[in-house]
């Protein structure tokens, strides 16, 4: 449900997974498997959910199955407010 929500949008029911324990940085299950919550809403163009994921303390850095991070995910998809969003935070723009 939780990764379900980030890829929604649903930035309150995040926030009630967050509540309720999940890690912001863990992996999830099923087609996200080796991707944080961050790499989904990016990859998504969920720009508000990664906002609010960022202030909770997500890496910016992380890396899936294929060494992408975030940024790279978000820039792939063609979402640029998320990808000007992830660089305003830190994202390391030289990462390959």
């Not at 910016?60 to 991070?69: C, G, K």
């Amino acid at each position: 449900e939780f990764f379900w929500a980030v890829r929604e949008g649903d930035v309150q029911t995040v926030r009630r997974g967050l509540e309720a324990g999940v890690d912001v940085n863990t992996k999830g299950g099923w087609e996200w498997s080796d991707r944080t919550s961050l790499h989904v809403a990016s990859r998504c163009g969920q720009t508000e959910v990664a906002e609010f994921l960022i202030k909770k303390g997500a890496d910016l850095e992380a890396r899936d199955e294929f060494e992408s991070t975030p940024l790279h995910l978000a820039a792939a998809r063609g979402h640029t407010g998320t990808c000007e969003l992830l660089i305003r935070s830190g994202a390391d723009i030289t990462t390959k």
